[in-house]
């Protein structure tokens, strides 16, 4: 059963940084495609950034274009989550999922770490 681990989370001020770390263990990590998510308080959870399935390509969520750069390390089964220019509104849990197939749905998921971004 394939775990995946979040770290990285924390308080920055609006305009600093942060990078979420996730590692995937108990199975194959070239076998998955990644993500993350993020809930806001009260909110729904939604779309962060993505591989496709070949993982050779990425995706964005609209509010985090040009800000947020997802990048892998595979040989430490390893996925990140570069966060430039953070504003307030990216105060959330942020979650790692994989999917293991090109199906467009995650199975597996962290437990999620805090992101708090003051003003």
């Known amino acids: 059963q394939v775990q995946l681990v979040e770290s990285g989370g924390g308080l920055v001020q609006a305009g600093g940084s942060l990078r979420l770390s996730c590692v995937a263990s108990?199975?194959?990590?070239?076998?998955?495609?990644m993500a993350w998510f993020r809930q806001a308080p009260g909110k729904e959870r939604t779309f962060v950034a993505s591989?496709?399935?070949?993982?050779?390509?990425?995706r964005y969520g609209d509010s985090v274009k040009g800000r947020f750069t997802i990048s892998k390390d595979n040989a430490k089964n390893s996925v990140f989550l570069q966060m430039n220019s953070l504003k307030p509104e990216d105060t959330a849990v942020y979650y790692c999922?994989?999917?293991?197939?090109?199906?467009?749905?995650?199975?597996?998921w962290g437990q999620g770490t805090q992101v708090t971004v003051s003003s």
């Open positions: 999922a994989a999917r293991t197939s090109s199906r467009l749905i995650y199975e597996l």
């Open positions: 591989f496709n399935w070949s993982g050779d390509g990425t």
């Open positions: 108990g199975g194959t990590f070239s076998s998955l495609a």
